[in-house]
T-cell receptor
């Protein structure tokens, strides 16, 4: 069963806490992306990675960090420096040289 | 960064009617894509149109691209209740795989 999985579906963060969102894909895609979606808004790019062990900042990288140690995995850490983390986070992947992106089901992050 | 902008933002139609939504962008693009998002879910790719194409069809979907006006339209014919969703356009630049998403059109199809 191929696809992209994100976990957890809901995540609660306390103030000052770092939390990590998981994104895994078994599509053998080279590129992976993290987006943030706020209510009634489009998607904004946080980070993206085109190959293992390499990643680039997107438009709103401040307060976030990522790693790409394996092709299948691209976890996103929301650090305590991100003062307004409440949002819906979407992970996506694509084949090298292909523009179409495939999305996971999303993680909703809420602040306690 | 460049961003698609859809118009109108919200659309409510009766089942069987056609739904049309538009997207504009600011600079030259490689291609333009449309995605659908059901409430609280991930996005699903619908259709991609390249900068050298003017019209493309996929089932009940028809997409047009006017590069002189930097705009695209998505037409859903004979709408169904299951078409109720948000629809986003996304533009791709030459030379990288990044997409710039618009704010989305919310479409409600009333049975």
């Amino acid at each position: 069963d191929g696809g992209i999985t994100q976990s957890p579906k809901y995540l609660f963060r306390k103030e000052g806490q770092n939390v990590t969102l998981s994104c895994e894909q078994n599509l053998n895609h080279d590129a992976m992306y993290w987006y943030r979606q706020d209510p009634g808004q489009g998607l904004r790019l946080i980070y993206y990675s085109q190959i293992v062990n390499d990643f680039q900042k997107g438009d709103i990288a401040e307060g976030y960090s990522v790693s790409r140690e394996k092709k299948e995995s691209f976890p996103l850490t929301v650090t305590s420096a991100q003062k307004n983390p409440t949002a819906f986070y979407l992970c996506a992947s694509s084949m090298a040289g292909q523009e179409t992106q495939y999305f996971g089901p999303g993680t909703r992050l809420l602040v306690l | 960064s460049q961003q698609g902008e859809e118009d109108p933002q919200a659309l409510s139609i009766q089942e069987g009617e056609n739904a049309t939504m538009n997207c504009s962008y600011k600079t030259s693009i490689n291609n333009l894509q449309w995605y659908r998002q059901n409430s609280g879910r991930g996005l699903v790719h619908l259709i991609l149109i390249r900068s050298n194409e003017r019209e493309k069809h996929s089932g009940r979907l028809r997409v047009t691209l006017d590069t002189s006006k930097k705009s695209s339209s998505l037409l859903i014919t004979a709408s169904r209740a299951a078409d109720t969703a948000s629809y986003f356009c996304a533009t791709a630049y030459y030379g990288n795989n990044r997409l710039a998403f618009g704010k989305g059109n919310q479409v409600v199809v009333i049975p």
